[in-house]
């Protein structure tokens, strides 16, 4: 059943141009271009009474999470915040009628975020659940629900649940900024066919992987790795390093690149292996500058960079490339190369990948 792959986690891996596929079908009316959720039913008032927006998840869901707020926000201008199901539900947020709380489990099952459903109801606020399986505690008891369509996961390290989260929130932020009337049609339409682009785009890069065997071979036996980047890119870093950690036990972190400077550049000696994401046109100099930074400590930079950002090339080791699309959609395709690098540095170790130590796929206590 895995399909000729060695592993669950390759096999998910390759499987997201699909997955993503399942997850936008059906989501856009053919003739107006329109972002389409038949199954929430939501009104018009309700969406414009919301001023605040928390979405609520752990892990992987948690750094799906904070694509989300990129894009709701920008989509929306409603403001957002994201936080660790277990933290949550531990203090007091303010929480009330007008605010929505979106909670992020693939699984649906996991503890701390089914608590912070049900805390939410309780104060009376909307809850809306994305998950992966139907039929789930979250799927059952939230007042909506976004099924990711992402199909069974067994690998423990997710992959192509987390993508189809990021997707679904893509499509939430332009179907509520549909609502509120806040988005063009022109930039709707950009936003769409972008969408729309992505399965074949990642298919494109998965027939490239060599170069990142290759790569995760090099760093298998570093003391530990470092993963760099602004806005999204600090995002999708910190799932590269979650990834990373998980299968190979090798330590990470992820930093935001210009938070560098503030006490973890001390940890970059000769050779310390640094993936450096630059996707981001807005900040592409200013990561630029925080690759000089490390370069300068001796670091081994991997750069990963938009097809067409020649620039990068003089200043990083090696580089990976990901197709064009806009800065807002990089995160889908971005997060694939860290995805694989992981999965080979833990092959290259001899890693038990889809089982690693110490971890379940779905953790229903505390
Ligand atoms: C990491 C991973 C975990 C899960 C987390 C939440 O690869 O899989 O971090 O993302 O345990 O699980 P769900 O999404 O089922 O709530």
Redesign the pocket.
């Known amino acids: 059943e895995k399909n000729g792959f060695d592993h669950f986690m390759l096999k998910e891996i390759f499987e997201q141009p699909n997955a993503l596929q399942k997850t936008m079908t059906g989501r856009f009316d053919e003739e107006s271009n329109k972002v389409d959720f038949q199954e929430l039913d939501w009104t018009a008032d309700k969406v414009n009474n919301w001023n605040k927006i928390y979405i609520v998840?752990?892990?992987?869901?948690y750094h799906a999470g904070l694509i989300g707020q990129n894009a709701i926000e920008e989509l929306t201008r409603i403001p957002v915040s994201v936080e660790i199901a277990s933290e949550f539900r531990y203090r007091r947020p303010i929480i009330d009628e007008n605010t929505l709380v979106i909670v992020?489990?693939?699984?649906?099952?996991?503890a701390d975020?089914l608590a912070a459903l049900r805390q939410s109801q309780k104060v009376g606020a909307e809850v809306l659940g994305i998950t992966n399986v139907v039929g789930s505690s979250i799927a059952r008891e939230a007042d909506n629900v976004i099924l990711t369509m992402a199909g069974p996961e067994i690998a423990?390290?997710?992959t192509k649940?987390y993508t189809t989260q990021v997707l679904s929130f893509y499509l939430l932020g332009a179907y509520v900024a549909q609502m509120k009337e806040m988005i063009s049609d022109e930039y709707r339409e950009q936003l769409v066919k972008g969408i729309q682009a992505i399965p074949s785009q990642i298919e494109e890069g998965l027939e490239h992987t060599k170069g990142l065997q290759w790569y995760a071979e090099s760093i298998k036996d570093s003391k530990s790795v470092f993963f760099l980047g602004r806005g999204l890119d600090h995002a999708v870093a910190l799932e590269g390093s979650?990834?990373l950690k998980?299968i190979s036990y090798i330590h990470s972190e992820a930093y935001a690149a210009g938070e560098l400077k503030h006490g973890t550049l001390a940890l970059i000696e000769e050779g310390t292996p640094v993936i450096a994401l630059a996707t981001q046109d807005e900040v592409y100099e200013k990561m630029l500058g925080n690759i000089e930074e490390v370069k300068a400590r001796g670091a081994q930079v991997m750069g990963v960079a938009t097809e067409g950002n020649m620039k990068i090339y003089q200043y990083v080791d090696e580089t990976c490339y990901i197709p064009a699309t806009l800065s807002l959609l990089t995160p889908l395709l971005s997060v694939v190369p860290l995805q694989i690098i992981s999965y080979y540095t833990a092959l290259a170790l001899g890693k038990d990948i889809d089982k690693p130590r110490n971890l379940a796929k779905?953790?229903t206590v505390e």
């Open positions: 998840a752990c892990g992987t869901a992020v489990s693939q699984s649906g099952e996991t975020t423990v390290a997710s649940a979650l990834k998980e779905s953790v």
